[in-house]
């Protein structure tokens, strides 16, 4: 099981940007894909982005599609999360967790697939 700590969520105001990270403690870290996802008060946790093993493939969710990018590096143990032109409706906490399936393709966006779940960091965004 890999350990995963959320890192970098804080207030920002509309319009601004945030760099949320997920530190990944454990064995061959760069062997796996991993997922961002968020849940905000009184709904359900929704996927956001996710990105395969080596980086070269990322997945979105529309409503942040163009304004959010997740990245990796690999030598860190480190997964990224960067948030531009944040509004009010991403306010929520944001959680990283591991793909636990071999191919991301098609799948990537199923939080069914995914374990080893961060504690979460808290992202507000004021209008």
């Known amino acids: 099981q890999v350990q995963l700590v959320e890192s970098g969520g804080g207030l920002v105001q509309a319009g601004g940007s945030l760099r949320v990270s997920c530190a990944a403690s454990?064995?061959?870290?760069?062997?796996?894909?991993m997922g961002w996802f968020r849940q905000a008060p009184g709904k359900e946790r929704e996927f956001v982005a996710a990105?395969?093993?080596?980086?070269?493939?990322?997945y979105y969710a529309d409503s942040v599609k163009g304004r959010f990018t997740i990245s990796r590096d690999n030598a860190k143990n480190t997964v990224y999360l960067q948030m531009s032109s944040l509004e009010p409706e991403d306010t929520a906490v944001y959680f990283c967790a591991v793909f636990n399936s071999a191919n991301m393709e098609f799948v990537a966006r199923d939080i069914k697939r995914y374990e080893c779940w961060g504690q979460g960091t808290q992202v507000t965004v004021s209008s």
């Open positions: 454990g064995r061959t870290f760069s062997s796996y894909g």
């Open positions: 990105i395969n093993w080596s980086g070269g493939r990322t």
